[in-house]
């Protein structure tokens, strides 16, 4: 096997492997006896104190400008509203409702990418932004004649969604200039301060009651959050956009086969036909219009440099 194959291998393999960890977010956040809030800060919180020792072997690292840090402070402030709303909404609604409505994310990136910067989308977008919101919609409607929550659950993971993306766009020109570790350890640092904030703002308790939500609370932290995340930005610096951002999309799918089998949730066709229309008009904007396709970019480009500059 020759260099490049071999680098491509395991560009593929940190790829499934991010899939793998993001997926079982949900999981975790179902086996814990904590609430949404609680568990969103002891994610970022776990893997923050696990990229502390980091400081101390990353060398010189580039001065960034107060602007820069303001917009990664920016980021951070989405990124924790997104997990606050993405671990309420699992514990409001069912693990596989959360994580198929949570993949409207590059919907919400096109959408903010034609309103701020009017960068209008092509037709197809339009056609996979439909199909997206009859299969969101076929979601909830199915979550609300069941429940008398009136689809709260369901609105918290498209809340999650729209905040996500907000962060992909405001982050967007730092992570062009920023290394991928330095980047990803500044994110998550301004989101376990913004994460503590609200938690003191809406008096959360942050006891951990058990060692089974200790547990879980680990594996969220170390798992889908760093490891997920540490895989994922390695695979967005070294493939297509195209394929990465579309490949994303199994996790929905992933986990609600695995709500089936660990948590006890059987499938209905609502959900398996929401959530195919949810996949298949995300793909459909994701592939033919790429709306994202600059943020994913901007991870590689975050990723060439960080490799190929000397450090200072």
Known sequence: MNKFAYGKAWSYAALVAAILCIAWSAIFVRWTSISGPASAFYRVLIPAIALLPTLLFSGRRRKLSMRSYAIIAAGGFFFAL???FYNTSILQTNAANATLLGNNTPIFVGVLTWLIFRRRPSYSFWIG??????GSLLILGADIVRHARFGLGDAMALAASACFAVYLLATEQVRAHTGTLEFLRLAIFSS??????????????LGVPDRHTLLALLGLGLVSQLGGYLALTYALGHLPATVTSVSLLSQGPLTAVLAAL???EPLTRYQIAGGALVLLGVGLANHLDRPEEEVNAAFGQAAEAEAQEPAT
């Open 129 to 134: 932004l439909a199909l997206a919101v009859i």
């Open 82 to 84: 997104d997990l606050a």
């Open 192 to 205: 376990t301060i913004f994460m503590f904030a609200f938690v003191l703002i809406l008096r959360v308790p």
């Open 262 to 264: 660990l948590l006890g």
